[in-house]
Nanobody, 122 residues
Framework: QLQLVESGGGLVQPGGSLRLSCAAS????????IGWFRQAPGKEREGVSC????????SYASSVKGRFTVSRDDAKNTVYLQMNSLKPEDTAVYFC???????????????WGQGTQVTVSS
């Protein structure tokens, strides 16, 4: 069974940090572009970051650039999203997805995880 599982979410104070993990089972991630997306209540899902299958290219939404860093460890079949200087507006469910087309739009992503909640609040 092909599956992506996110972990690492939780409650953090403004200015704090979290590292999200996206682990794959049933397939290897090294063939795929990996994207991170988030969805806040009442809002559409938005692309946060993506990393190419080689790891050579990364992209970020303007709202997170300079604060979030995506990386991949193919030996562990896992992709990470390091989130620093978190703000209340970063509160959302975060999803990872694997696909064949590079970009921050959801189209082209074939496999999706169930999401992990990130809440930034004092």
């Amino acid at each position: 069974q092909l599956q992506l599982v996110e972990s690492g979410g939780g409650l953090v104070q403004p200015g704090g940090s979290l590292r999200l993990s996206c682990a794959a089972s049933g397939f290897t991630l090294d063939r795929y572009v990996i994207g991170w997306f988030r969805q806040a209540p009442g809002k559409e899902r938005e692309g946060v970051s993506c990393v190419s299958n080689t790891g050579a290219s990364t992209s970020y939404a303007s709202s997170v650039k300079g604060r979030f860093t995506v990386s991949r460890d193919d030996a562990k079949n896992t992709v990470y999203l390091q989130m620093n200087s978190l703000k209340p507006e970063d509160t959302a469910v975060y999803f990872c997805a694997a696909g064949e087309y590079y970009g921050l739009g959801p189209q082209g992503y074939l496999y999706w995880g169930q999401g992990t909640q990130v809440t930034v609040s004092s």
